[in-house]
């Protein structure tokens, strides 16, 4: 059986081009299925997953959160947080045109637009995080530390379970 090749995606360039050390995993992608269904086909604990949200503020800015799969974004807090009156998520059209990635294949790498990155602080604590590669089905393997020095996030606590 021949080893399943690396998808080159946009977030996989920019991973090679910063020399990050990643792990490939591929999973059967479930539509509407989320971190549930990568944690459970990796058999890694949905925590360990960090979903990739587009969302935009009030002054129509857009930002991206990385969230544990487990856990919800408190958008009023992280909306005081960056000092305007709300945050909600976008709409999957406009996040796909921000990224330039699917819904459910939203990686935080190698995105069309920069966009500032909000970070649950709890998630540097982990040893391994698996985040998606830029493609529906494919998660990434690294050290939190990577993801950190490659995205220079601002590491808040917004998270809700």
Partial sequence: MAKEKTPVTTAVRQLRAEKVHFTDHPYTYEDKGGTAVS???LGVEEYAVIKTLVMVDDNRMPLLVLMHGD??????????IRGVKQITPCTPDSAQKLT?????GTSPFGT???MP??????????EKIYINGGKRGYLVGMAPTELVR????????????
């Fill in 39 to 41: 944690s459970r086909e």
């Fill in 112 to 114: 069309r637009q920069a």
């Fill in 117 to 126: 990155v909000y970070m649950e602080g709890s998630i540097i604590e982990l």
């Fill in 100 to 104: 330039g990635y699917l819904v459910g």
């Fill in 71 to 80: 856990m919800q974004v408190s958008t009023k807090e992280l909306a005081r």
């Fill in 150 to 161: 490659v995205l220079k996030p601002t590491l808040v606590t917004v998270g809700i379970r």
